[in-house]
């Protein structure tokens, strides 16, 4: 089977787009997908969004995402404007897009600076639906990894986020603790693991060691994640700025049950066409 993908990038996430609304064939298999995110077999990746046919004429299409180890996961907020910019090429006169996932229905829209800003949902607290294994819920949990005790925060934004704040992300140990979190047994279906600093009202550094990837440029909905973390503590604003070693995203949300906003941008890298 011969696909033809677009090579992405959003704040640094590297990601491969590939269109089957029309040919509408089978996602590819793990290893096929991990031999595509390999650069020394394929493009390369950190996530790939295989996009489908809408289901429903009250979305524009639908799209699928896997991880660079083959495993599918239920969002991409950097995948997700990357999509969206597909999109738009194909069609400048629309602005606005509703998508279809397994992390529910999103919105993105192309804004006049050629950003794309994206709903994301609301936050999901409920350690049962995120999830993570918990008596009871709780902005504060405590985790015991490698001898050492974290308190943490999670949270999911379509996908399971576990986020520690650190006093610097530089010096933070994504490498070390980030598989260890991110497989530990409260996690049942494995987590993101952010690593944030609130620099002031308006800013937060985050390193993300992403659940199937490891530590990536940037992540949206990391991002995401750990913006209503520290919002939940009253660190920031309701819009903040999210620097990542990949590039920045903005986070905006009005707190409860609101829904939350991710801005920022979507560049093709390149685009061709491989034999899976």
Request: aromatic share 6%; glycine share 12%; hydrophobic share 40%.
């Amino acid at each position: 089977m011969r696909i033809h993908y677009l090579k992405m990038q959003g704040a640094g996430n590297q990601i491969v787009v590939v269109d089957q609304r029309q040919d509408n064939r089978p996602t590819p298999t793990p290893d096929q997908i991990r031999r595509l995110s390999n650069p020394a077999t394929g493009p390369g990746f950190d996530q790939l969004m295989w996009v489908g046919p809408a289901e429903n004429g009250a979305v524009t299409a639908s799209y699928r995402v896997f991880n660079a180890d083959g495993s599918e996961v239920e969002q991409c907020g950097n995948g997700v404007r990357c999509v969206a910019w597909m999109l738009a090429r194909e069609d400048a006169g629309q602005q606005s897009f509703r998508f279809d996932s397994l992390g529910g229905r999103i919105e993105a829209r192309i804004l006049d600076d050629g950003r794309i800003t994206v709903s994301m949902g609301a936050p999901v607290m409920d350690p049962a639906r995120i999830p993570f294994v918990a008596e009871v819920q709780s902005d504060r949990y405590t985790l015991a990894v490698a001898g050492r005790t974290l308190e943490i925060a999670v949270v999911s934004m379509g996908n399971p986020h576990c986020v520690i704040e650190v006093p610097d992300v530089a010096a933070a140990d994504v490498g070390g603790l980030g598989p260890l979190i991110e497989r530990d047994p409260h996690f049942p279906a494995r987590t993101n693991v952010g690593f944030m600093h609130v620099r002031d009202r308006t800013a937060i550094d985050l390193r993300v060691y992403e659940r199937g990837v490891g530590e990536t440029g940037a992540c949206g909905t990391g991002a995401c994640a750990a913006f209503v973390v520290a919002r939940r503590r009253g660190l920031v604003d309701d819009q903040a700025t999210v620097h990542l070693p990949g590039g920045q995203l903005v986070v905006s949300w009005r707190g409860d049950a609101e829904t939350v906003w991710l801005t920022g941008d979507a560049e093709l890298l390149s685009e061709g066409s491989i034999d899976i």
